[in-house]
């Protein structure tokens, strides 16, 4: 009952989908006066109540990633639970160990690199020896008991919209999908993608998002809800952790008088991950800024004494070394383990000229590190570092030429812009003469066309280095959702529990998805209709 | 419960659907797999459906809501409440932000003599912590009715005057103020996605789309196909822009905020600020003074049917203060009860339960020595049952042993009278068997509903100090019901883990 096909009955044939940016919106508008058709008509005679059967729904939100879950129902702020995955939701039923009181947690090693918080990872990305089963009785379960504290459905239709990254293997999606539909029984789930919900969630339509998670920390280009870019680092929340273990079990021998005796874990994981959220930060700029300061850490269950008296100043040292690397010299770093500027630098290096202008200026940093006090100052800091030395060339050595060639035929534009934070650009509304923009001419053509679109509204920023908040993927996917907007990917219970994915292409196969695209565009609201009843279904980005 | 050797557990069949229909199938069941923890279930927690005529966990268990109720002041929340105002006791209960006790409502100044009449102002208090309310300056005017009270008192507090001095943004058209905390940035982000939607969907081409002739946009369009007059033209869709204006929903980013952020952390150090555990309930809070009460999460009383049939496997009595039940199938009347004791630890006379009853008399096991334990089943049913028994030869996980079942098939008597049983006994039969030494093919003992036979347990050479051994026993029982044979695929895997084994 609980398991569903595996995932090589359900192994897809569905060619790689990613929508094409040609879906136009081609339609006219007339600026006559009409009601307005936010309800939508379900038939020639039918009432136009349909518009709002979602009243009589649960309409819930899930944002699982490899730590944490997020759930709520849509249309609110901030999602009703957010549970950390912990070894202790493997416990059996029954057990009831964990609450007696002479109860002492087994000893979990705390393992290195890869290995680090293993037992606290509902899933990793490399599935090679990852036990499928497990991860969906693990999802199972996580939903199961957030439906049974904090969600007390009723009786009502539930669909459900999955935020999950666009970069998610296949056969981990099919374990999800499984865990999900059984354990709030869902009648549909959709599929939405972190990076554009996050984007979604700031009210832009194109950003460069950077999302520092768990495994690895992935920067998006985001292009009018596409993404179009994507580039990994393996700095992110696992490698900022482990850095905290580390200095914890540093000082520790220091204060010590038998240094030698402190063991490699002497701290747990959770004592270890509880400091880190707590006090610790991220300095801006490579010295110590002096706060001088003590900060005193009580460790209740340690076999040595029981505070730690650890400098604040110091406290900034492990996302020092694990997300920003500043010593580390370029010839060592590896692709897939770049800081985080310059994991955003190459990201919008490799953008295409356009979209690098609109993204620059629309940066989002989400995920669970985000919240690490001073980071985003510092990676926007970088950022803007890199970029006055560097200029957007691809190259970085010109050999015995010495010298940009492209420098010397446009000797103006290689100076830097000035950074600045404002949402609205110069008085006249030119844009910034940025970096940029150094290889664009000036058109006049284009400049009067984008003003005539832009008549009512101010010009967009470009151009410009610029952070924009976000509220997080899960609020993006509450208001998507709320506002009724339909997901490409839209997975109904019965099919996927009778193919799974396969059932993708089982209907129709190479079915496009960009005829049943409805982005945020016009037709949104196509809950009636022709747009209702989907014969087919594809993966999106996902296949 | 189960934290007392030996212990039972029970799997579930709905691990592994296809094991009904595939007994002979090789997959022998793994207790010491990670996957087996989330099947496994002591025999309490099992409900039995009398269609299907299966064991069903709460997996596979479809629930349905009875009542909501508040579990700190047991009142009952109707479920349009639970719909509008969300999961929370409406009323006065709150938990600490810090403990997470329940918080209690006293008067700011305790009263002289208790036949005064309690006056304000009040405050909430932890009985377990120190917290109070005070601490984050939040003061009630009356002793009910917390919740309103606090909603009141937290929509002061966005409109304090900041006043931008930037004039672009004083040219946004709405006088609100801009959008501050998470929720009003959600609801501007809302409002102007609807907006944003509303004006893209009022296209004439999507109106048709959508069939709404009725619309008078439509009928203007329809006119217009008649007209001979000057073309109309064509215009370019206005593109959907993204949220421009704080009002719209925009959050720049503010390095001031995380500098402040910082400033705090370093000035409160460990103790200003909420713990991990904590954040889970309100998200927001990263300090001790940002922390607000948690308003206690409702409970429910649930009905379980079975997934499959849809069967009423339990329906709880609609009242809060009751716990008594319509309906309930547990699977402990319909499925035989295994239990464990070591050969010569005292024999119970009936064996009531698997679980406890030995404490300290946990015999360890001895590396390469054999040693015999009691297997006793239990028939609850009114028939006769026959019973297979079968078990790995070794065992997996922390502890390696050989496990022999000396007697694997036999027959335990149906479940009569109880006077049966202390009637025979005093006619001198009792309970055959219970000397001697174990032999193979045997049953060991034997009562009116139950059986005893041995096992024999050789641990391996190379045994690990306190761990502890399972021992998954594959049972099956065959009971004539009404005439025909029933239950030939009836199958549970009672699974028994009885021993300390010391190196």
Redesign the interface.
């Known amino acids: ?3 569903t096909p595996s995932y090589d009955v359900r192994k897809s044939t569905l060619s790689r989908l990613r929508p094409s940016t040609a879906a136009g ?14 309800r ?2 379900s ?2 005679y039918g009432s136009p109540a349909g518009g709002y059967r979602s009243e009589e729904e649960n309409l819930l939100v899930f944002e699982l990633g490899s730590r944490c879950m997020q759930a709520g129902f849509a ?10 995955y912990s070894p202790d939701l ?8 964990r609450w ?1 009181i002479d109860y002492e947690p087994p000893h979990r090693p705390l393992g290195s690199g890869e290995t680090w918080g293993w037992d606290h990872e509902l899933w990793r990305m490399d599935i090679r020896d990852l ?1 499928l ?2 991860v969906e ?2 999802v ?2 996580l939903v ?1 008991e957030a439906e049974l ?7 009502r239709t539930r669909r459900v919209a999955l935020v999950v990254p666009s970069s998610l293997p296949k056969p981990l999606l099919s374990v999800l999908l499984g865990g999900v539909f ?1 354990g709030v ?1 869902a009648q549909t789930i959709t599929l939405l993608p972190t990076a554009v919900m996050a984007t ?7 950003a460069l998002v950077i999302d520092i998670g768990w495994e690895e920390t992935t920067a998006t280009a985001v292009y009018e809800y596409r993404e179009v870019h994507q580039r990994h680092s393996v700095r992110a929340g696992k490698a900022l952790s482990e850095e905290f273990g580390t200095l914890l079990h540093q000082e520790l021998r220091n204060v010590t008088a038998a240094a030698g005796d402190v063991s490699e874990d002497e701290f747990t994981f ?1 004592e270890i ?2 400091v880190m ?3 610790g ?1 991220c300095r801006c700029g490579a010295g110590p800024e002096g ?1 001088g ?1 003590e ?4 460790f209740p269950t340690s076999h040595y004494p029981n505070t730690l008296d650890v400098s ?1 100043d110091r406290l900034s040292d492990p996302a020092e070394l694990a997300l920003f690397a500043p010593e580390a010299a370029e010839h060592d770093l590896d692709d897939h383990n770049l800081p985080l500027p310059l994991l955003t630098y190459d990201t919008l290096l490799h953008l295409p000229v356009d979209v690098r202008r609109v993204c620059m200026s629309r940066i989002i ?1 989400t995920g669970g590190v985000s919240k690490l ?5 510092r990676l ?1 800091a970088d950022l803007e570092a890199l970029i006055d030395k560097r200029g957007w060339t691809p190259v970085r050595n010109y050999g015995s030429t010495k010298k940009d060639p492209r420098s010397l035929s446009h000797p103006s534009t290689a100076k830097s812009a000035p950074i600045s ?4 650009p110069d008085d006249d509304g030119t844009l910034s003469n940025s970096e940029s923009n150094m290889d664009r001419e000036f058109d006049p053509i284009m400049r009067k066309i984008s003003q005539l ?2 008549k009512h ?2 010009p ?1 920023v470009e151009g410009v280095i ?4 976000s ?1 997080g993927a899960w ?1 993006g996917a ?2 998507v959702v ?2 009724r ?1 339909r997901g490409v990917v839209e997975i109904e219970r019965e099919r996927f529990l009778q193919h799974g994915l396969a059932g993708a292409s089982a209907a129709k196969k190479d079915v496009s998805v960009v005829p049943q695209r409805q982005s ?7 809950v ?2 022709a ?1 209702g009843e989907r014969g087919s279904w594809g993966l999106g980005v996902w296949a | 419960m189960a934290t007392q050797f030996p212990y039972t557990y029970y799997s579930c069949p709905c691990i592994n659907p296809t094991d009904s229909t595939l007994p002979e199938q090789d997959d022998t069941f793994d207790p010491s797999s990670p996957r087996a923890a989330f099947s496994l279930y002591p025999l309490e927690h099992l409900l039995y459906c009398t269609e299907c005529h299966q064991v069903r966990c709460p997996r596979c268990t479809a629930e349905e809501v009875v009542c909501w109720y508040c579990p700190s002041c047991l009142f009952e929340v109707p479920s349009s409440t639970v719909r509008s105002e969300g999961n929370q006791c409406t009323r006065s209960c709150y938990n600490c932000p810090q403990c997470t006790a329940p918080l209690a409502v006293n008067p700011l100044d305790p009263p002289e003599s208790t036949s005064e009449t309690l006056t304000g102002p009040f405050i909430l208090t932890c009985p377990y912590c120190t917290w109070s309310s005070l601490d984050i300056d939040l003061k009630f005017d009356k002793p009910n009715n917390i919740t309103g009270q606090l909603s009141g008192s937290k929509r002061p507090e966005p409109s304090t005057p900041v006043d931008t001095p930037d004039p672009d943004l004083s040219r946004a058209s709405s006088p609100k103020p801009d959008p501050k905390t998470r929720d009003e940035v959600f609801t501007a982000l809302n409002a102007f996605y609807k907006n944003q939607i509303t004006h893209d969907v009022d296209a004439p081409g999507h109106a048709f789309a959508e069939q709404a002739f009725s619309s008078p946009h439509s009928i203007s369009r329809l006119l217009n196909l008649y007209s001979t007059g000057k073309k109309l033209k064509r215009q370019r869709p206005k593109p959907m822009s993204e949220a421009l204006t704080p009002a719209d929903g925009l959050v720049l980013f503010d390095p001031e905020s995380e500098l402040d952020t910082i400033k705090r952390t370093a000035a409160g150090g460990w103790e200003g600020t909420l713990g991990g555990d904590k954040a889970a309930i309100n998200t927001e809070a990263r300090f001790v003074d940002d922390a607000r009460p948690v308003a206690s999460l409702l409970r429910t009383k649930r009905a379980k049917r079975c997934r499959a049939c849809r069967t009423l496997l339990s329906r709880p009595e609609p009242k809060i203060s009751t716990t008594r039940y319509k309906i309930r199938v547990v699977a402990g009347s319909n499925v035989p009860r295994v239990g464990l004791r070591p050969l010569g630890a005292k024999a119970r006379a009936t064996a009531v339960s698997g679980l406890g009853g030995l404490g300290a008399e946990v015999p360890s096991l001895k590396p390469l020595l054999p040693s015999h334990f009691v297997l006793t089943l239990t028939n609850p049913l009114f028939d006769a049952v026959k019973v297979t028994l079968a078990t790995a030869r070794d065992t997996t996980g922390p502890v390696k042993a050989r496990v022999t079942i000396l007697c694997p098939a036999f027959e335990v008597g149906a479940n009569t009278d109880v006077w049966d049983e202390a009637l025979a006994r005093d006619g001198g039969g009792g309970s055959q068997g219970g000397g001697g030494v174990p032999e193979a093919g045997k049953v060991w003992e034997r009562g009116r509903n139950w059986v005893g036979v041995v096992v024999e347990v050789v641990p391996a050479g190379d045994a690990v100090r306190g761990e502890v051994l399972e021992i998954a026993v594959f049972v099956r029982v065959e009971y004539e019901a009404g005439g025909d044979l029933d239950g030939a695929g009836k199958r549970e895997v009672g699974f028994c883990n009885p021993i300390w084994s010391s190196g």
């Not at chain 1, 249309?75 to 950390?84: L, V």
């Not at chain 1, 493997?90 to 160990?97: A, N």
């Not at chain 1, 934070?421 to 609205?424: D, E």
């Not at chain 1, 945020?520 to 196509?526: D, F, H, K, Q």
């Open positions: 009952m609980a398991s919106q081609q339609l006219g508008s007339l600026p006559s006066p009409h009601t307005p058709l936010s939508s008509i038939g020639l249309g609110e702020s901030s999602p009703r639970c957010s549970t950390k493997e416990r059996r039923v029954g057990d009831y160990r007696a036990d089963g497990l009785d693990k199972e379960r199961r504290k904090y969600f007390l459905l009723d009786n059984n029984q979604t969630a700031a009210g832009l339509r194109s959770e991950e509880e959220t707590r006090i930060w706060h300061k900060i005193k850490i009580p604040f940093i006090p001073g980071i985003k100052r926007l934070y404002s949402a609205i679109h832009m509204s101010p967009p610029r952070a924009v908040e509220l609020a509450s208001l709320n506002n907007v945020m565009g016009p037709g949104v609201r196509g009636s209709g747009a």
